[in-house]
């Protein structure tokens, strides 16, 4: 009936400035959402098969973290871990090996985030064409930070997907109706889960916050006092449960508690960059807003973006909009740009915001545009494909350096005896995993453990990006330990990539001409290795 968008509109503005869910036929956002999410699906066939997702210290973490909580008997041990729990315990409900199932999450959760994503931008901006659904979809689902997150075992997407869909039920739950009680509780519940999957995700409270502001606009007290009574009575039991016990820990120890700082935001801090592009920008502040234009991000699509801002600030349609697009994103990239450490995967929690704007750029376009609509799309095909190529890039680097970290760890495996121990830095979790041997953690390792070190240096041996430790831990302890090793004797008896390999010289001990170690058996080792097996490599 054509009477009925009218009916919902004058029932929801009384009580709230936001606009009426979209009008638009649900199944065009649905089948536009799907087809976005393609790439995500052709490239875990292309990567599962070849990487067990485990790369850096956090997925080993949280692989461990896993592998505990399914076990009974170490169950309330591993909840007394720093690591927080929330993204572990989905991995460790999962079937298959936790490395495995953790892939999946993250690639569910990638999925998941591309329909958030456009299942926000209908709740906001009701009326929106098919090509702006498709192209919300598609930048979120095309970028190549989306990618490396989708094929590792981290929290990062899992944690989004959540605030997302928290976001959008919360948003649903301020209509009139009388199923907004539960869509309150729901998104209220995702995002106290968020909050336990990474406490960083508290900054997306106050956005959470500012929504039910805007549903206050001529509703009662007796309403007010109701959703706010319902919210704290969903998020505040999981988070005491959580606090009291073991979480504390993970909590009180992370970084937005101990490391935020106005200095980094404004450039005046001392930032630690991570290798590549963003070195080359002081402000933190810059190095969020304008990574956005990165090609491993939303490349050429970042151009549109102000359009979508422009359309938002002229409709001036609804507050909802006006939180989701401008304040969310204001917001997060201040409270990234506090810390010493910047992290393009720090990005993701802008992704969302940015994509609808891509998305309302994309309409804008299409309102006023006086060419052929095939030369948009045509542009918006070369956008895609500028992306694609971005993401290739990023996750082709990301593999290759997986790839030498194994091939470092297995040369240094087969070379050292028997009883041999690693001494590693910024590998540890690597050698931890995929060999048998003790394995020690160069950076703060304790001084008694050091001096067991120093005193048995024939059956420790050191492996290091040393380059690394000379460029961004000069002055640090570390820096100081591995000078006074190869002070001592240890020196590099082999490379593979950024890493070497150092063992103490000072005995006739040597590197034969094959790279391996004279008197160790490595066709027994090697017989031993197979029967050991390596998770997912």
């Not at 989905?90 to 591309?114: H, I, K, N, T």
Request: aromatic fraction near 8%; charge should be negative; glycine fraction near 8%.
């Amino acid at each position: 009936m054509t009477t009925a968008p009218e009916r919902v509109e004058s029932e929801a503005s009384p009580r709230d400035p936001s606009p009426p869910a979209s009008t638009t036929e649900p199944r065009t956002g649905l089948w536009a959402s799907a087809i976005a999410c393609a790439p995500l699906l052709v490239l875990a066939l292309l990567v599962f098969p070849r990487f067990d997702g485990l790369y850096g210290q956090d997925s080993f973490a949280y692989r461990t973290l896993a592998s505990s909580l399914a076990n009974p008997e170490t169950r309330h041990e591993a909840l007394a871990s720093r690591t927080s729990p929330g993204y572990p315990m989905v991995m460790a409900l999962a079937p298959g090996p936790e490395s495995r199932a953790g892939q999946w999450v993250s690639l569910a959760s990638a999925v998941l985030l591309v329909l958030g994503c456009t299942a926000l931008l209908a709740e906001i901006e009701p009326g929106v064409e098919w090509s702006g659904y498709l192209a919300a979809g598609l930048v979120i689902a095309c970028s190549g930070l989306v990618w490396q997150l989708a094929v590792s075992v981290m929290s990062d997407l899992w944690t989004m997907a959540l605030v997302v869909w928290g976001l959008v039920l919360w948003i649903r739950s301020t209509r009139s109706g009388r199923t907004w009680r539960v869509q309150l509780t729901a998104g209220a519940l995702l995002l106290g889960l968020a909050v336990i999957a990474r406490p960083a995700a508290l900054v997306f409270v106050p956005i959470a916050g500012l929504l039910e502001l805007a549903a206050w606009r001529g509703e009662s007290v007796w309403r007010r006092f109701s959703r706010l009574a319902i919210a704290a009575l969903v998020m505040v039991p999981q988070w005491t449960v959580w606090m009291l016990g073991p979480g504390a820990v993970a909590v009180m120890q992370h970084s937005f508690l101990t490391d935020w700082s106005l200095g980094h935001v404004v450039g005046l801090g001392e930032a630690a960059d991570q290798r590549g592009w963003g070195g080359v920008l002081r402000s933190s502040m810059l190095f969020y807003v304008l990574g956005a234009g990165h090609p491993e991000i939303f490349g050429v699509f970042a151009a549109l973006i102000p359009l979508g801002l422009i359309r938002v600030l002229r409709s001036r349609r609804s507050w909802s909009s006006l939180v989701v697009v401008v304040i969310w994103p204001a917001l997060v990239a201040l409270f990234l740009a506090g810390f010493s450490m910047r992290n393009t995967r720090f990005a993701l929690m802008l992704v969302v915001p940015l994509a609808i704007l891509v998305a309302l750029g994309v309409q804008w376009l299409l309102a006023r545009a006086t060419f052929r609509r095939s030369w948009l799309a045509a542009g918006v095909l070369l956008g895609v494909c500028v992306q694609m190529v971005g993401g290739v890039d990023r996750v082709s680097q990301f593999l290759s350096m997986k790839d030498q970290d194994l091939a470092a760890v297995r040369h240094a495996d087969e070379w050292l005896k028997a009883g041999d121990a690693i001494v590693a830095f910024d590998l540890t979790a690597t050698a931890d995993h995929y060999t048998d041997r003790e394995v020690i953690e160069l950076y703060d390792v304790e001084r008694t453990r050091w001096a067991r070190v120093l005193a048995e240096p024939e059956t420790h041996h050191v492996l290091v990006d040393r380059e690394d430790v000379a460029k961004r831990w000069n002055d640090q302890q570390i820096a100081r330990d591995l000078a006074k090793l190869e002070e001592t004797g240890w020196a590099p008896v082999h490379q593979t990539g950024r890493w070497t390999l150092l063992s103490h010289q000072s005995h006739e001990d040597g590197e034969s001409e094959d790279g391996k170690r004279p008197g160790v058996d490595h066709d027994r080792e090697d017989h031993d290795r197979e029967d050991r097996g390596r998770d997912g490599s």
